[in-house]
């Protein structure tokens, strides 16, 4: 029974997101904006479990620099915000080569670039923090281009979308199965590749454990490793 209503849930998101990647690129930028407050705000009330980690985090971070009703304003913008950057994905499909100045404003992009060039090779390291999918996107676009891995969903009838949407500007997504060692092959030619550095990895699977606001949290080690092999340089990027 659990099975059967899984494959029926796993289908009503395939068809929801088949018809927001249809539906999203009809809407004006002001429209979109709308949609992800009003659908941030929903989720952070529907999504309890996840709305009360994100208070737990801010008192963590933050002790008592912002009074409880601050701390719910401010969790429920950053689901509003990660809804943002999703919609956006889901609206990229209007962004091209010729119009994403319109969209992306750069800061410092030509400290990344100065003698660059397809002899160079390099490491970007980004975290999900403001809008990292049309990063990606104007990397590509700039050609700054490269084999990224990505993270599976749940479900997988959901992965070939955003592969798709992730892919347009230029860019090759690998699956995480042997994926570092793809990444190094990669490096070794020459190539570049980026990298999701906070995402929480079992101490199992070559990880290193940080200092985050007072927890322990672990890790990826990738691109130290990815760097101590190859020379490769790395460049934050947010």
């Known amino acids: 029974m659990r099975s059967r209503w899984k494959r029926i849930r796993y ?7 088949v018809l927001a990647t249809k539906l999203i690129p009809l809407c004006s930028r002001r ?3 709308y949609i992800a407050q009003t659908a941030g705000a929903l989720l952070s009330f529907v999504d309890r479990d996840r709305y009360q980690v994100a208070l737990s985090n801010l008192e ?9 009703k601050q701390r ?8 509003q915000h990660f809804a943002r950057t999703m919609v956006d994905l889901l609206w990229s499909s209007r962004v091209t080569q010729e119009n994403f100045s319109q969209f992306i404003e750069l800061e410092n992009f ?15 390291a980004c975290y999900h923090y403001s ?6 996107l104007a990397c590509g676009f700039l050609d700054l281009k490269g084999t990224i891995i990505s993270q599976e969903f749940k479900n997988p009838s959901l992965d070939p979308i955003f592969k798709k949407l992730r ?15 793809r990444l190094y092959k990669v490096l070794r030619r020459k190539g570049r590749t980026a990298l999701l550095v906070d995402l929480t990895v079992p101490p199992t699977q070559g990880a290193v454990a940080l200092d985050c606001f007072g927890l322990k949290t672990s890790v990826t080690s990738a691109l130290a490793w990815l ?3 190859t020379g490769v340089p790395i460049v934050p990027a947010h």
């Open 31 to 33: 429209v979109c904006c």
């Open 131 to 136: 809008n990292f999918e049309w990063l990606s």
């Open 11 to 17: 289908q009503r998101e395939w068809v929801g997101l």
């Open 167 to 181: 892919e347009q500007s230029g860019h090759e997504l690998v699956p995480r199965d042997r994926g570092i060692m």
């Open 60 to 68: 963590v971070a933050f002790g008592d620099a912002f009074p409880p």
């Open 227 to 229: 760097t101590e092999r």
């Open 110 to 124: 030509g400290e990344t670039t100065r003698d660059t060039g397809p002899e160079r090779s390099l490491m970007i």
């Open 72 to 79: 719910r304003r401010i969790a429920r913008e950053s689901f």
